[in-house]
């Protein structure tokens, strides 16, 4: 049977999102990719005890996560949970979202109040569990008026269904929108989870940081790595059947090969600090204190355990922080 291992809260720090009382580990687990029915089970499984032994108690998963199968890296989740992480409950923060398509129809994605009440108790049955920790719109919707949204997420909440309630995907005005009215209800709003890494820094620069420090809340950065480009994997190149999501093809606007250039310049200020490129990317966006968690994915145990090693150097200096400014402009 799993014992978590004792020493858990002393390998890695945690901090506070914004004046709430929730706490993240400053590295989260997402299962978004590989977490799914057609993957190694016994893999999965020992990779999120891993990464619980590690300091890592806080787990990022949707409902539409887990190609090909929708909802299968919540039943996988579920299924390690109830094999060994139950009596560990009240330590976890396990979240989930709701907003992209989960099937065909009108209710099968998006934002209306019939599609998140319904989207909430699927959830929690693939996940064995009475409640999430966050609940997350996953995405704004353009045409439900983002008041029956709010009220949804607050009827959630009391319903005892999620602790706590936050917004993914949303711009600053959008940001701005539902925060007032998620305050306005009194829901215990507490995050955006964004889009944010060196390659991609926009969160930083259109609204979307500012509009959560404004109410002192957290951002939680998710795809810090850009997919795996922040790290040493393709400091040769990048191959022409690299995965990118679509949301972050522009990454590549200028071409590859003027990635793979921005890498190396970056992996020689990272080796200088005596940091591999993954940890510096990561320690990068966890300059700021807003920056609640960094949300990574992996499958592997050894790059987690690299990940992890972030912790060891956060901060920089100003030459470091110019040259990276350089490099990055
Ligand atoms: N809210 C949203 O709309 C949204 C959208 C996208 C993602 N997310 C969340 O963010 C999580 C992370 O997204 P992501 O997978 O794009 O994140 P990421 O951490 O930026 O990239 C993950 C990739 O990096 C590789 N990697 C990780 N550490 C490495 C290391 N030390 N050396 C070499 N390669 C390394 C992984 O490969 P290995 O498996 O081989 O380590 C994987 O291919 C998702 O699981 C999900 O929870 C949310």
Known sequence: M???????YEKLPYRRVGDTGLQLPIITLGLWRHFSSVDPFTDREKLILKAFDNGIFSFDIANNYGSPDYGSAEKLFGE?????????????????????????????????????????DHSLTRLKMDYVDIFYSHRPDPNTDPEETALALAQIVQSGKAIYIGISNYDADQSETMISLLNKYHVPFVVNQYSYNMLRPEAAHNGVLE?????????????????????????????????????????????????????????EVAQNRNQTLAQMAL?????????????????????????LDVAKHLDFNSDEVKRIKDILA
Request: glycine share 6%.
């Open 283 to 307: 320690a990068w966006l966890l300059r700021d204190p807003a920056v609640t968690s960094v949300l990574i994915g992996t499958t592997s145990e050894a790059n987690l355990m690299a990940n």
């Open 211 to 267: 509009t959560i420090k404004r109410h002192d809340r957290g951002l939680v950065a998710y795809g810090p790595l850009a997919e795996g480009l922040l790290t040493e994997r393709y400091l040769d190149g990048i191959p022409e059947d690299f995965p990118i999501h679509r949301t972050n093809t522009p990454i590549f606007a200028q071409g590859k090969a003027h990635v793979v250039t921005i890498l190396n310049q970056l992996e």
């Open 2 to 8: 799993y014992a978590a291992a004792t020493d858990r």
């Open 80 to 120: 390690v949970y109830q094999r060994n992480l139950k009596p560990y409950r009240d330590e976890l923060v396990v979240t989930t979202k709701a907003g992209f398509e989960m099937g065909i129809g009108p209710y099968q994605s998006f934002n209306s109040r019939k599609s998140l009440l319904q989207c909430i």
